[in-house]
């Protein structure tokens, strides 16, 4: 229990030379990671302000911007570490991919990579209509729309007419909570952002960082 | 030593049958297992218990989508009433009701009558905007351009503008019915519904 306890192999005990070299892994996968906590923790500091219903939203988002002592930095903060943590995820997935890292033994980690960055532009995504402001509301109404057109779940994407799937159920309306981007979908969007995605993307980070261990370390140079 | 290479020999036959593997996962003395079953108890159960565990994780899981959809939606009603139809002078294009509804009335003889024309893009949705100076609705979003009539000629959009239903309600008044939509790639544009004759 304690020797296979997750928490003491975040840390290997031995590294190899290669692997501290800042020009051999640019030091992206744990930049993402320090950014992914910096996140983390300025998001719960905000969660103390911000109510996700309509009425209040951007209320809540302005009261936070010019009253709360440190509330600007505190959103800044956040605002800028998610948008820094999408450039350096892909950054880092760049590194793997030009140092050859995504080969066996290391495939399965690749893999789990992959849906680690899908859960950074989840955040990302859900994370943008929180503020309830006109942007948010078009951006999130422009993107949601591409969701009409997903073969077999969309009502105008192939073969909506011959499953009879319409605007009222589909995969549009499931994340919108209705039809229009409305309070409802700033609620879902909400518990999405703060709570599904968050966990199910720090399993995999938890995942992630075993596989490196268990399938060798860092890769070395090619 | 001709007795040793005849137990040399006979190794091979005496060689215990491949029930081992079997005997060991149930416990079991030989005697007690048959062979004429293809499941043993602990494989019924487990299987039954994975079964189960399944099952029941699959209708949560069903549960849980139908519950994502809600059986009421707090939305705007889809109908409403635009006034007269003599308020809409040949050849206008009325902007009276894009705040409230997203919607113009424009009465184009040349389409039949009046004609209630959606507001939303079909690029990805924004609201353009009626230039009358210019005779065109321009989208301030990634700049699509449609005609009077609602055909696209400039930008992104792939497709015209989308056209509402649109009636009269007994009191006379025009009713407009935004949960029926005529799209003029389908050659629906002429179809009785999608204009009023005035
Ligand atoms: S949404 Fe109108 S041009 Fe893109």
């Known amino acids: ?222 | 030593m001709a007795s040793e290479a005849a137990t040399a020999q006979s190794n091979p036959v005496k060689r215990p049958p491949p029930k081992k593997k079997k005997e060991r996962i149930l416990g079991l003395p030989p005697d007690r297992l048959s062979d004429d079953h293809i499941w043993t108890r602990r494989d019924f159960f487990s299987l039954t218990g994975w079964a189960m565990f399944l099952g029941s994780l699959s209708v949560g899981g069903i549960g849980f989508l139908r519950f994502m959809f809600p059986r009421v939606l707090f939305e705007p009603d889809p109908t409403f009433k635009a006034g007269f139809p003599n308020e809409y002078p040949p050849g206008t294009v009325s902007e009276k009701y894009i705040p409230s509804q997203r919607v113009w009335i424009a009465n184009l003889p040349e389409e039949g009558g009046l004609v209630a024309i959606s507001a939303i893009c079909t690029h990805l949705g924004c609201t353009p905007r009626w230039l009358a100076s210019e005779e065109k609705y321009k989208c301030p979003c990634h700049g699509s351009g449609f005609t009077k009539e609602g055909i696209n000629f400039e930008g992104p959009a792939p497709r015209p503008l989308e056209r509402w239903k649109i009636g009269l309600a007994e009191d006379g008044q025009i009713l407009i019915d935004k949960s029926k939509k005529y799209l003029s790639e389908k050659g629906e544009w002429g179809k009785p519904g999608s204009y009023l004759p005035v």
Request: net charge positive.
């Open chain 1, 1 to 222: 229990m304690i020797l296979g306890n997750v928490w003491l192999h975040l840390h290997p005990p031995k590294m190899r030379r290669h692997a501290v070299r800042i020009k051999f892994t640019w030091c992206m996968g744990g930049i993402t990671f320090l950014l992914f906590l910096v996140t983390l923790v300025t998001g719960v500091v905000l969660m103390f302000y911000y109510r996700p219903t309509g009425e209040y939203a951007y209320y809540d988002l302005k009261y936070l911007m010019h009253d709360v002592p440190f509330g600007a930095v505190v959103r800044n903060m956040h605002r800028w570490a998610a948008h820094s943590m999408v450039i350096t995820v892909m950054l880092h997935m760049f590194r793997v991919f030009m140092t050859g890292s995504y080969k066996p033994p290391r495939e399965f980690n690749w893999v789990v990579g992959i849906l680690l960055i899908t859960f950074t532009l989840l955040l990302s995504f859900t994370g943008y209509l929180l503020p309830w402001d006109q942007l948010a509301i078009w951006a999130i109404t422009v993107a949601s729309n591409m969701a009409r057109a997903t073969p077999l779940l969309g009502h105008e994407g192939p073969f909506a007419a011959q499953l009879g799937i319409g605007s009222r159920y589909d995969a549009r309306s499931i994340m919108l909570a209705g039809t229009i981007v409305a309070p409802a979908t700033l609620l879902r969007f909400y518990v999405l952002h703060c709570i599904v995605i968050p966990i199910a993307a720090a399993m995999l980070m938890i995942l992630h960082f075993w596989r490196i261990r268990k399938d060798g370390g860092i890769s070395g140079p090619l």
